[in-house]
T-cell receptor, first 113, second 115 residues
């Protein structure tokens, strides 16, 4: 069965703090894709990153970084020096099998000025 | 910029009504998707389409149907709305090339309330 768990329902941090959003996935497939999307208050989900199962390299994009570890089935997302504009709901998703994308339940991040 | 638009941000309907949710994208994407988003459940795929007049069921198709007569437009239809279909509905689109798991571009959502 395919499953994505985002155990952190809500996180609050003070501006400029670093924050890590956890994502744990389950799949028996050897080929799969992992995603992170951001949903700001406006409602439109915005794509952040896609990783395939054969590429375990960590990625950094500005203040954002992602840590993909197959050994622990995790794909965690870290925001460095958080800003108020980072306040949003963040979704991790797993793409595998017959054309379906499984989303986690999301983590609501609030960055306090 | 890719733009996905949905016909309404907020919609209130009565039980038993037929409801149409419209989605239009302007980037010539082959794939289009309808999701519903509920608190504590994340996003769940209702239907998707990879070409005009083609459709595939997602995780929760019961109570819904879809129509794709033109490439840019994908409609979600609630034949007889029920209160358990009160939800946020999100439309998305993506290119087909490279597979199903390309970046998806989302619309702003329609918050539907069924009374």
């Amino acid at each position: 069965a395919q499953k994505v768990t985002q155990a952190q329902t809500e996180i609050s941090v003070v501006e400029k703090e670093d924050v890590t959003l956890d994502c744990v996935y389950e799949t028996r497939d050897t080929t799969y894709y992992l995603f992170w999307y951001k949903q700001p208050p406006s409602g439109e989900l915005v794509f952040l990153i896609r990783r395939n199962s054969f590429d375990e390299q960590n990625e950094i994009s500005g203040r954002y970084s992602w840590n993909f570890q197959k050994s622990t089935s995790s794909f965690n997302f870290t925001i460095t020096a958080s800003q108020v504009v980072d306040s949003a709901v963040y979704f991790c998703a797993l793409g595998t099998g017959a054309n379906n994308l499984f989303f986690g339940t999301g983590t609501r991040l609030t960055v306090i000025p | 910029d890719v733009k996905v638009t949905q016909s309404s941000r907020y919609l209130v309907k009565r039980t038993g009504e037929k409801v149409f949710l419209e989605c239009v994208q302007d980037m010539d994407h082959e794939n289009m998707f309808w999701y519903r988003q509920d608190p504590g459940l994340g996003l769940r795929l209702i239907y998707f389409s990879y070409d005009v007049k083609m459709k595939e069921k997602g995780d929760i198709p019961e109570g819904y149907s879809v129509s794709r007569e033109k490439k840019e437009r994908f409609s979600l239809i609630l034949e007889s709305a029920s209160t358990n279909q009160t939800s946020m509905y999100l439309c998305a689109s993506s290119f087909l090339a490279g597979g199903f798991y390309n970046e998806q571009f989302f619309g702003p959502g329609t918050r539907l309330t069924v009374l």
